[in-house]
């Protein structure tokens, strides 16, 4: 009895084996398309004289205005900044890429001049502000690092469809710190202002000076 | 030195006792060591289909979508358009943008689109549409880009930068029957590295990727590599450059060059090299 019982259990487990030899094997694929994105936020940093960054204060989200508002002169430079002497600001873009693996949609960046310049005046925004590339490391919740990216320090208008250098921003991430020019010219009293970028002075004609920085991402 | 820590700098330019210079000098340094506050990230555009690859015959009319999310909280205004563009040496993936229908492999005049104005809500997407129509003959690739640009507000602020951002779908509409020919020639050495010519014979834009791998007399090999994609419209000429990462002992050696054009399609190019007794590199021949 046993032994029937055995060779019906072997059967069963023959045939069994048998079904399982001829299951149908399914491919099963899935291919996610390439992306493009551009992922930003625009924060507004303030420095004071004391030599602190006095706030960093991210914009609403869609911003996409960066007023220098109405400048102030310094007497003993004869140059216009962005507010007084005792605190002034620049803006800082945050970027990411946003792609698809191998295909990141790498961002460029070129800017326009919009501005109608007054009779007389050649220069626009684009000859009066810079852009400095940096890369920015995560520390805590409410503090980073930031290094600017060496060569990545453009004056406004020569940026046409500059490639933001993410690889030099490997282990961290892109910013973009846009600002008006100041005149530095000493690199011992820092980082100068990008090669052919001059301050407003009263040389300039009043006038309102604008311009476009369009960022574009696209895949090779 | 931070963007901040530069402004500073220039700040102190204007300061004239030496010792509020002195402080002020002092706690930039101490700025210089320590950080700058973080912000919150807000994704914004998010395009799902970055490329369009389409293969036509003459006559042919197709229709597709296109899906555009709108990853932050406020309203997007968004204008949907047509430029042409063109891989610009060395060929490596940068291209240039040119006015719908002025680059004379333009498809500006076979794509139409729809809606060309809209706005998406807050974590919103709308979908494009899009036709293009194929003359009754296509010899050679047509290329372009729809972009999506968000349109800013008007603003009355003086002196102020607005920030256009844009995302795209490159459009490649070739023949279905490609003419898919190229040559890898011009082989010489440059510094530690082999270069080549990778010439784009056929009738379509190219990208190959091209691997590498360096044989001893004895069939074995040394080392692999490859080298970074090219981008290559018809009838243009790119570099190739293969770097020796190791330096090769006396000797004669082949250099096997692999340019993989897709969808099976490959370029091979075989070098001699040889390696004199002073580590001198020359090139002893090179054969398809």
Sequence with gaps: MNKKIILVLGAICMLGQVTIAQATNFTVSASVPQASAITMTVSKVTVNLAGSVTSFVAQPAGTTALPFGTLTLNTATGTYLDGPASATYYWAIDLTPNGSGAGVAQPTVTYTETSVLPTGQTAGLGQRAGVQFAKVVYVTSSTSNETPISGQHYMLSNLSGVTVPYTGAIGGWMRMDVGLCTGNT??????????????????????????????????? | ????????LRIGIFLKEGLVYMIFRIILLALCAGGILTPEAHAQLFLENAKVSLSVSGGE????????????????????????????????????????????????????????????????????????????????????????????????????????????????????????????????????????????????????????????????????????????????????????????????????????????????????????????????????
């Design chain 1, 186 to 220: 000493s690199s011992a009293n820092g980082v100068t202002d990008p090669t052919g970028c001059a301050p407003f002075t009263t040389s300039d004609l009043p006038a309102t000076y604008s311009g476009t920085l369009a960022v574009t991402a696209l895949v090779d």
């Design chain 2, 1 to 8: 030195m931070s963007y901040a820590q530069s402004k500073l």
């Design chain 2, 61 to 288: 009319r197709i229709n597709g979508s296109l899906l555009i999310h709108n990853t932050s909280s406020v309203v997007m205004s968004m204008r949907v358009y047509w430029e042409d563009f063109e891989y610009k040496s060395p060929y490596d993936g940068t291209k240039n943008f040119l006015p719908a229908g002025t680059a004379p492999r333009s498809a500006s005049q076979w794509v139409a689109f729809k809606p060309q104005v809209f706005t998406i809500p807050a974590f919103g997407q709308q979908s494009v549409d899009y036709t293009v129509s194929v003359p009754s003959q296509i010899e050679e690739g047509h290329y372009g880009v729809l972009f999506f640009e968000r349109t800013p507000s008007p603003s009355e602020n003086p002196h102020e930068i607005t920030i256009v951002t844009r995302v795209g779908s490159l459009f490649f509409i070739e023949p279905s029957i490609k003419n898919k020919k190229a040559v890898i020639q011009d082989i010489g050495l440059q510094g530690n590295s082999i270069i080549a010519s990778f010439v784009n014979q056929g009738n379509i834009t190219l990208i190959p990727h091209t691997t590498y791998y360096i044989m001893q007399n004895d069939g074995m090999v040394l080392y692999r590599g490859d080298s970074k994609n090219l981008y290559v419209p018809a009838g243009a000429t790119a570099k190739i450059e293969i770097p020796l990462k190791k330096k090769l002992s006396q000797g004669h050696y082949t250099v096997v060059l692999n340019s993989d054009l897709d969808e099976g399609d490959v370029v091979v190019k075989e070098i001699g090299l040889v390696v004199d007794a002073s580590g001198q590199l020359s090139i002893e021949s090179s054969k398809d």
